[in-house]
């Protein structure tokens, strides 16, 4: 799959990524991502994801501007290995809440993670003009954890026994970063 809209249009560029907005072309990396396993276990929304909801999803959030999502591409192939955004964006109070997945198991432990969110957050500050950033992390998500802290991010609370959609609870972090 070849993004036709954006390939020349990154938002941020790093020593191993680069990053650019997502378009409708991203539905099945975003829908095989979102279903593998690994992806889907670490989040609080657990339902499989289709093409449909996913394209839904685009026109209502992210077009809207309610969400900023963009797609993770590895800087010297520009394969596409995940996503990040920031959902639930606020102007007025110049907040949002941050996400990210890598998708593609064979990206995983490559400092991918560790360097979207460094740009993101950049990203966030000097683009979108946010000021405040939080994200939920379950507590033994450690890879992740110490990633965000890397990108500035420092613990705000703890969020004992979280009920995901699936039924299951377990216990999370809440974390912020002032840009």
């Known amino acids: 799959m070849k993004n036709t809209e954006n390939t020349n249009k990154w938002v941020a560029e790093g ?12 539905t099945d990396y975003i829908v095989k991502w979102r279903n593998n396993e690994r992806v889907r276990n670490n989040f609080i929304y657990r339902e499989k994801f289709t093409h449909e909801s996913h394209n839904n999803f685009v026109r209502t959030k992210v077009e809207t501007g309610e969400v900023v999502q963009l ?7 520009e394969r596409p290995v995940g996503s990040v955004y920031f959902r639930d964006v606020d102007m007025v109070k110049k907040e949002a809440e941050y996400g990210i997945f890598i998708g ?29 950033v939080i994200l939920r992390v379950f507590n033994d998500n450690t890879a ?13 609370e703890d969020m004992p026994q979280v009920e995901c959609s699936d039924g299951t609870k377990r216990d999370m972090i809440l974390m912020y970063a002032r840009l």
């Open 104 to 132: 593609e198991d064979d990206a995983i432990g490559k400092g991918y993670g560790n360097e979207t969110a460094t740009l993101a957050l950049r990203y966030a500050a000097d683009v979108i003009g946010l000021r405040n």
């Open 144 to 156: 992740a954890r110490k990633s965000y802290e890397h990108a500035g991010f420092v613990f705000k």
């Open 71 to 77: 797609i993770i591409c590895e800087k010297e192939t």
């Open 15 to 26: 020593d191993k990524i680069k990053l650019r907005p997502i378009t409708y072309d991203d």
